[in-house]
């Protein structure tokens, strides 16, 4: 084992047309904001002070991998690998992605380096003229030269010390200042195990770097090599893992590219349809407006003309009055101060003016009423292109015009549902045209009055209502439709309830012999019968009642109720016949 190549870690290198790297890399902690020290990192690959990480509030979890942690760090991975089982362990929370870090045996301590940084952070006090950085040796005094050889940022004073002392005095020593445009000056990594060795090799057995010493010691019959001799396998297999995540990053960044611009098309979407349910709104907003202002205008319409309609019944009724108690008065003064004769010469005049008073016709009942009512839920047409609801109804139900129709008002079966339909109409007999009237329904057996039939009244909101009942028992009923507690036109009318429809339980056909195939046994309720000693009729044959009929009773109607009630019949062969 040689060391025939140079190492790579800790050589100083120039970036291109002098351009340092400190503008790329990371050299400020995200807890505290100012440079790092002593920057840890964790195993999502954020760099954080090791004084920020201990000031974190650490948790409890139980660790499933018991040494098998992926938390890399320099002084773990001394440590022997436990046994697989169920432990508790210490763990904290990244401070910028919220990933959980187990911590290692060692607490923050333990967890890596950030060499990287540490270099940054270097290089990031050089271009403040060395402000910040302290001698490695006294750790008191700013910084002025760099040696080169030990890679130790040195005071004047060190620098003069390191100078005079035989095994450094031919070492190469640069001003900090000739030191900013390289990419790297950072510090050999020493060995966590023996502190005064550099870590130059790399046990393949363990994958980890050594020093000479652990090479001797605990690493001895493993395979170990310089690092610079080892670096490009391993180099080129992150540099695979590299290349694998790549398209990833790609991926992930077009797909975050694209939620960008679902993002706006979404807002510019969101605005658009915005803006039209503003348009809308405003347009809907002026139509009920408008509507409002025409019901409005409607409704002190309605109050005039009622208000006029009082006006005019009250002047006559006034004048009426005026005129009654003046012939009232005249004909009272009349009868107690006149003499026989003046009330005999007046007479003539006084009975012609009060029967003519007495005639004059007038209703002692307001000519209008206060039934005004506003129905928000009706139709009011369109305003502007937009339904709009709401209309001021001044009409009143009249149960003098109210009247019934439907074919079950006077006849009904037991055990079926029989309907009729009120039709409610105003003084002036126009339908309604709404709903929402008092209905009064009662349906009652003659004979058992106390025992009604609940009935069912369905309000069709335009001024009709669907009433149906079911009786139980055949009978006469006595039905009673009211609106406002007063009977309808017709009611109270009477029901007569027939027992339940009998079906046929023959056939509707022309001829018993033809359908029952020519059967002699087959026999017809119509009568009729075919020489030969055959039962049924025939066509052409004495009997025939020369068109369709029911084989069971007889009967041409093919909807009628069946009549037949069994008897000497009762055995033939009725439904044995078939329809042609």
């Given amino acids: 084992m040689s060391e025939n190549r140079k190492p790579l870690l800790g050589i100083v290198s120039k970036l291109p047309n002098g351009t340092a790297l400190g503008n790329s890399g990371k050299t400020h902690c995200p807890l505290c904001l100012g440079l790092f020290k002593a920057p840890r990192l964790l195993p999502c690959l954020h760099t954080v002070c090791t004084t920020c990480l201990e000031q974190l509030e650490p948790f409890s979890v139980v660790d499933i991998r018991g040494g098998d942690s992926d938390t890399g760090s320099e002084g773990s991975i001394f440590q022997e690998l436990k046994p697989r089982s169920l432990q508790s362990q210490i763990g904290i929370l990244c401070p910028v992605c919220d990933a959980q870090v187990d911590l290692p045996m060692g607490g923050v301590k333990a967890l890596t380096i950030d060499h990287l940084a540490v270099n940054d952070v270097m290089l990031e006090s050089l271009r403040g003229e060395g402000q910040g950085l302290v001698c490695d040796l006294c750790n008191d005094r700013e910084v002025e030269k760099r040696c080169q050889t030990c890679k130790a940022n040195l005071c004047h004073f060190c620098c003069q010390a390191h100078r005079r002392q035989k095994k450094t005095t031919y070492h190469t020593m640069v001003d900090l200042k000739d030191l900013k445009g390289y990419s790297r000056i950072g510090k050999p990594i020493l060995c966590p195990v023996h502190p005064a060795e550099e870590l130059r090799l790399f046990c393949e057995f363990c994958d980890r770097p050594v020093c000479r010493d652990c090479v001797v010691g605990e690493h001895r019959e493993h395979p170990c090599d310089f690092t610079s001799n080892v670096i490009h396998k391993h180099g080129d297999s992150v540099r695979e893992l590299l290349k694998g995540t790549q398209p990833h990053v790609e991926a992930l960044e077009e797909a975050l590219a694209q939620i960008n611009i679902m993002n706006s098309a979404l807002q510019k979407r969101v605005e658009a349809v915005a803006a039209d349910v503003q348009t809308f709104s405003e347009g809907y907003i002026k139509a009920i407006e408008e509507h409002r202002d025409k019901l409005l205008k409607q409704l002190e319409d309605i109050r005039i003309q009622k208000e006029n309609s009082l006006q005019l019944q009250k002047a006559q009724l006034e004048q009426l009055l005026a005129d009654m108690r003046t012939g009232v008065e005249f004909t009272e003064h009349l009868l107690t101060s006149g003499s026989d004769l003046e009330i005999l010469i007046t007479k003539g005049v006084v009975v012609e003016r009060l029967r003519k008073l007495n005639k004059v016709q007038y209703s002692a009942r307001p000519g209008v009423n206060d039934k005004i009512c506003f129905c928000p839920q009706e139709k009011a047409g369109q305003c502007h292109g937009y339904e709009i609801y709401g209309t001021i109804n001044t009409k009143e139900v009249d149960p003098a015009k109210c009247v019934l129709q439907g074919e079950d008002l006077h006849r009904a079966r037991e055990k079926q549902t029989a309907s009729f339909t009120l039709l409610c109409k105003d003084a002036a007999g126009e339908i309604m045209g709404r709903g929402g009237d008092n209905i009064q329904v009662a349906v009652l057996p003659k004979d058992k009055k106390d025992s009604p039939v609940r009935p069912m009244v369905q309000d069709n909101k335009d001024g009709t209502y669907y009433i149906s ?81 029911w084989s069971c009773c007889g009967k041409f109607n093919e909807k009628s109720e069946c009549t037949w009630t069994g008897g000497q019949s009762a055995s033939r062969s009725l439904l044995r016949t078939v329809a042609l």
């Avoid at 507690?485 to 509707?508: A, D, L, M």
């Fill in 469 to 549: 009942y079911t009786p139980k028992e055949p009978g006469v009923y006595t039905v009673w439709v009211c609106v406002k507690e007063q009977h309808v036109q017709g009611s109270p009318f009477t029901v007569t309830v027939r027992r339940k429809h009998r079906p046929h339980p023959g056939v509707f056909h022309c001829c018993t012999f033809c359908s029952s195939g020519g059967q002699k046994t087959a026999r017809c309720a119509c009568g009729g019968t075919m020489p030969g000693g055959y039962l049924g009729c025939g066509h052409g044959h004495k009997g025939h009642p020369g068109r369709p009929h």
